[in-house]
């Protein structure tokens, strides 16, 4: 796996060490980053939301601008609101902490990678709490129609995906291969019509095709 990578020396120089990762490129700046992902095209970017320059933010929306595919986690000091908002604005697959053991965030890498998002309990919690009352995701369905679009299965693996869990984990947990969860994850995004997981585990909130207390038990 090839990561552009943007952030200190200790954590990079203990990535090197991992046989799935390449460090393909690093940047001091957010310009850099973005330049060298145009360049490159890594499978993921990780990126300090510190970075001089444009800032690590506004490099994540770049990123994702040009290259919608390639995935992007953000190393950050704090998991505000505000910040939650900014990055899920521009595109982030999830964040880690600072500080973060090397092992989680290798894990991390490979989670975007795979496909799944990297919101921690935290995150997921402030997630909820962003959309508490939002602007509703544009869709044209209805709760009803919704529902019964979806299988059983998709329903399952809708509440777990709005729970904060990755592919691997919802793959441990129903018993199936992470692959069958890609394929269910896919045509779940088909059917709700959104881009993204985020966006799913919104629209199943603000549809109500997830109850709370399933929600509350998947953390």
């Not at 799944?116 to 209805?142: C, H, M, Y």
């Not at 979806?150 to 992470?178: C, D, F, H, M, W």
């Amino acid at each position: 796996m090839k990561t552009t990578n943007c952030f200190g020396w200790g954590l990079q120089t203990r990535l090197q060490q991992e046989s799935c990762l390449q460090v393909i490129a690093e940047a001091e700046d957010g310009e850099t980053a973005v330049e060298l992902t145009q360049e490159h095209l890594p499978d993921v970017v990780v990126l300090d939301v510190g970075l001089p320059g444009i800032g690590g933010i506004e490099a994540c929306r770049q990123i994702k601008q040009r290259h919608p595919a390639i995935p992007v986690l953000i190393l950050t000091s704090h998991s505000q609101k505000t910040l939650i908002e900014r990055l899920m604005a521009a595109g982030a697959q999830g964040y880690c902490l600072k500080g973060i053991a090397a092992e989680s965030l290798v894990l991390a890498i490979r989670s975007v990678a795979a496909g799944a998002s990297w919101w921690d309990k935290a995150a997921t919690a402030e997630i909820r709490a962003v959309f508490a009352q939002p602007e509703p995701i544009k869709n044209g369905l209805s709760s009803g129609l919704l529902e019964n679009l979806l299988t059983k299965r998709e329903q399952e693996i809708l509440a777990l995906v709005a729970g904060g869990k990755s592919n691997q984990e919802i793959a441990q947990i129903l018993y199936i291969a992470p692959g069958t969860v890609r394929v269910h994850v896919h045509a779940i995004l088909q059917k709700l019509e959104v881009r993204d997981r985020t966006q799913a585990a919104v629209l199943a909130i603000q549809k109500g095709l997830v109850a709370e207390e399933l929600l509350g038990s998947q953390s």
